[in-house]
């Protein structure tokens, strides 16, 4: 019985490590469950089955999980999680063409004090000089800075 318990956690600790290395890339409560089942399959080995057979439950133990971290960089599943393409678009990259200092439109979202407002039938990101202003109100363009457009409320 001792044996088959040994047996379990060990079998129980690596395919927990495996599924973390594998499925759940990162250092995750999968990860270190499995690694304290696995501690404690072979602390019961030396516990309940001696020294020579705990050095032999260990060792097996040693050799497997190092051939789990193998296989999960030869099995390049890490390159599946990688990101890979690069981004270089920006907010509102249309704004400075379309949109001029005076303009009105309406804050389709809380300014809080970012949000989205609508100029022209479309939508932009719009930034307030701190003022809180609510969805639908009225808005004016003071500056528009880059990409990034300043709007107040309408007096």
């Known amino acids: 019985m001792d044996l088959i318990t040994v047996l379990i956690l060990v079998f129980i600790g690596l395919v927990l490590l495996l599924v973390e290395l594998i499925f759940l890339p990162g250092t995750t409560f999968v ?5 304290l089942v696995l501690a404690g399959g ?3 080995g030396y ?14 133990a040693l050799v497997l999980s190092v051939a789990i971290v193998v296989f999960s960089f030869k099995a390049d599943v890490w390159s599946k999680f990688a990101l890979k393409e690069v ?5 509102n990259e249309n ?3 379309q949109l ?12 809080r004090p970012s949000g989205t407002a609508m100029f022209h039938d479309q939508h932009y990101e719009v930034h307030t000089n701190g003022e809180f202003l609510n969805a639908g109100t009225p808005v004016v363009i ?8 300043i709007v107040k409320p309408v007096s």
């Open 31 to 35: 990860g270190i469950l499995g690694f």
């Open 42 to 44: 072979v602390w019961l």
């Open 47 to 60: 516990e309940k089955m001696g020294a020579a057979n705990g050095h032999i439950i260990l060792s097996v």
């Open 87 to 91: 981004n270089h678009s920006r907010v």
């Open 95 to 97: 704004v400075r063409p």
């Open 100 to 111: 001029q200092e005076g303009e009105t439109g309406s804050a389709l979202s809380a300014l």
């Open 142 to 149: 003071t500056r528009i800075n880059h990409h990034k457009v």
